[in-house]
């Protein structure tokens, strides 16, 4: 129960320091994180096996089949600035419950919504975190050990892999923190986050042409460019792990990560249609 109470208190926490920021602007004085999340005591035990397979690929699939569902649909019906939004939120509640992802007493789908709205503010307005990725990771009732692996998957979307190198390094931290003292649970948290960071990029680097082309000729923007949101994604992931997993155990994680991470995907990329719009 603590961990759900933490992670509304996470909305909240995003809102006010985008608030913070519309008043005070980038200030020479505001606070800057530190540039270690997580203290060296918390580094990876050492991991001489052969890479693990990820038991929750499964969520980062389903994220990409929410995606492509969403695309087909929006490509085939009309709306616009307006009520895009809206449409948008009923789809995405149609897919997920068409697909059984279902999670008892979390509106997980308006989570998702929020995360990614903020992805957008403070890629438009700057913050003391530089994703709501970072934001999530640092205010989440996460382990430490936590903090430090999914940090690291943090730092290798900044890095801009190739996705064979990016899927080859994911495994990697998958298989370090899978021999840490977490339970099934908390590990699963670093596991759904790191399936949806690879499908994620490998969704945004297939159809991000194809989104921004149909976008451009549904809502008539011509100069429109679409942005990556694969960190609003994984931040999607892990906020929903945490909440599913304290609400539903192992399968809760799961189905909390695909609700909040697909979500987050699909606002994220709204919002920064109607900021251009708009």
């Known amino acids: 129960m603590k961990q759900i109470k933490m992670l509304m208190k996470l909305l909240l926490l995003c809102t006010m320091a985008v608030a913070l920021v519309y008043v005070a602007g980038c200030s020479d004085t505001a606070t800057e994180p530190t540039s270690e999340v997580v203290a060296l005591s918390t580094a990876p035990t050492p991991v001489n096996k052969e890479l693990l397979p990820n038991p929750y690929d499964w969520v980062g699939e389903a994220h990409n089949d929410g ?6 649909n ?4 009309e709306f616009t600035a307006e009520n895009i939004e809206d449409k948008t939120e009923s789809l995405i509640r149609d897919y997920l419950t068409d697909n059984g992802y279902i999670l008892e007493g979390l509106d997980a789908v308006k989570m998702g919504m929020n995360i990614g709205r903020h992805e957008v503010i403070i890629k438009r307005e700057g913050s003391r975190w530089d994703s709501v990725l970072d934001s999530v990771i640092e205010n989440s009732d996460l382990l430490e ?3 430090y692996y999914l940090s690291q998957i943090s730092q290798l979307i900044d890095d801009q892999l190739p996705l064979e190198a990016l899927d080859f390094a994911l495994k990697e931290i998958n298989t370090s923190a899978a021999v840490e003292e977490l339970s099934e649970v908390d590990l699963a948290v670093i596991l759904t986050a790191s399936s949806v960071a690879f499908s994620s990029s490998k969704c945004w680097h297939e159809m991000s042409a194809k989104w921004e082309n149909m976008l ?3 809502l008539d923007i011509p100069g429109f460019t679409l942005d990556k949101w694969v960190k609003a994604d994984i931040a999607g992931a892990i906020a929903g ?3 599913g997993g304290a609400l539903g155990g192992l399968p809760g994680a799961g ?10 995907s699909l606002a994220s990329l709204i919002n920064e249609v109607l900021d251009y719009y708009f």
């Open 216 to 218: 451009k000729s549904k």
């Open 255 to 264: 189905t909390g990560a695909v609700i909040a991470g697909t979500t987050a």
């Open 74 to 77: 929006l490509a085939e019906m």
């Open 241 to 243: 792990g945490i909440v």
């Open 67 to 72: 995606m492509d569902y969403m695309y087909t």
């Open 145 to 147: 050990k936590q903090k």
